[in-house]
């Protein structure tokens, strides 16, 4: 039997502390990384990054025991991290005595020995060199993979030039492939639901960077030794079916987690009543829909009102790609000539050609260019 708790108290440092007491604390010594989520420039609060509060409670345990507490995440490929350092406020966890890490340049090759797909990858040095895991991602949804959860917040240690090649393996296998190397060195998963980023989407109607269509407050912390358990009960909070989580089925198929789960502390049990909108019920087929040759009809006007005027239709943007050469990827938006998908690009297949991005043949269909676009021109043709 596996323990989660969850605890609800508006003092998060408090929070964090019962949390982690009732599944029977932690003893850490040497170097202990502590892993948020800081995959984007968003600050803490929004439910999209892990809360600073949270953070700055973790190292305070962390400290209080001897142990060197460091802190780190890299955003998503294409991301300053100094500037998403910046915008999350993480950098308050020095004044509580952590040590904050850029990694940006310090990798190492490994080989996963025991790994179905993910047989070797290249991971942030800090996290193999530590003595100790502690996993703090935030509960949010997200569109990918339904709830992004603990196993997922691993994906911040992997070189965000080789991310592509994970997604290109199909992101849910090869993140349990991860989970199951690191597992030995995590500690424990402390879950950050103090606020939830609801009904998660794209910033254009398709996938690509993350918005909140609205964030709750429930003030809750959840802890366990075991990602794959807390991953489950965390699914269920947001009445999301733990069993539609692919890579949590993943993980307890392959025996990585105990699904013999007992929930402790003052919200245990809890749902934590997310109210969607009808639009926040729309966006999740919204990518599906504008995308569709059948569709897009439909999909396009009410992409327009909720995007912005600049949503083109699936025939304008086929229009624009005319001339591009075979690719899944479409300017369905207003280009902001930014450049970053032209520096992201794995295959270096983008070029800016005045206004616009251009696509050449060697698309790997990693979709980094989709994600980390800014202003969510880019669109992925379903076929
Ligand atoms: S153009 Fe293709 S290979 Fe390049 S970032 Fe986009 S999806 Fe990946
Ligand atoms: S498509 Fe997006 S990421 Fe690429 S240059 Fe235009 S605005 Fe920037």
Same mark, same amino acid.
């Given at each position: 039997? +596996? ?27 040497? +170097? ?47 991301? #300053? ?6 915008? +999350? ?15 940006? #340049? ?87 639901? +103090? ?30 030794? #075991?990602?794959?358990?807390? #991953? ?152």
């Amino acid at each position: 039997m +596996t323990l989660v708790s969850l605890v609800k108290d508006s003092d998060t440092s408090k929070a964090v502390k019962d949390a982690v007491e009732l599944v029977g604390g932690i003893d850490v010594k040497g +170097t202990v990384l502590i892993k948020p989520n800081l995959s984007c420039a968003k600050p803490s609060g929004s439910g999209l990054v892990t809360n600073v509060e949270v953070v700055k409670a973790i190292v305070k345990i962390v400290a209080d025991q001897g142990a060197k507490p460091v802190v780190g995440d890299l955003p998503i490929l294409g991301w #300053d991290p100094k500037k998403v350092f910046d915008a +999350t406020g993480i950098r308050a966890i020095e004044d509580a005595g952590g040590e904050l890490l850029d990694w940006s #340049d310090d990798h190492v090759e490994i080989k996963l020995p025991n790994a179905k797909v993910l047989k070797k990858t290249s991971l942030a040095r800090p996290a193999i060199q530590a003595d100790a895991i502690i996993n703090v991602p935030v509960l949010k949804h997200h569109f990918f993979t339904h709830i992004s959860g603990s196993m997922k917040n691993l994906f911040g240690l992997v070189e965000p030039n080789v991310r592509p090649r994970v997604h290109v393996l199909g992101l849910d296998e090869p993140l349990v492939d991860l989970y199951e190397f690191l597992k030995p060195k995590i500690v424990l998963n402390i879950m950050d639901a +103090t606020y939830i980023a609801q009904s998660v989407r794209p910033s254009g109607p398709y996938y690509g960077p993350t918005e909140a269509e609205s964030v709750s407050n429930p003030n809750v912390v959840m802890v366990s030794r #075991d990602a794959v358990a807390l #991953d489950s009960i965390a699914a269920g909070v947001v009445r999301i079916n733990p069993n539609d989580i692919e890579m949590v089925r993943i993980a307890f198929e392959r025996g990585l987690g105990d699904s013999d789960i007992k929930m402790v502390g003052n919200a245990r049990g809890s749902n934590l009543k997310i109210k969607k909108s009808l639009i926040g019920k729309l966006l999740p087929y919204m990518a599906d829909m504008w995308t569709s040759e059948s569709l897009n009809s439909v999909a396009h006007p009410l992409a327009k009102r909720i995007y912005g005027k600049e949503v083109v239709s699936l025939k304008e943007a086929r229009r624009e790609m005319e001339n591009a050469g075979p690719s899944d990827i479409i300017v369905a938006g207003e280009c902001k000539k930014c450049g970053l998908c032209v520096n992201a690009c794995p295959a270096k297949n983008i070029a800016l050609d005045g206004d616009r991005p251009v696509f050449g043949d060697n698309c790997i269909k990693c979709f980094i260019c989709v994600e980390i676009c800014p202003g969510g021109a880019l669109a992925i043709i379903r076929k």
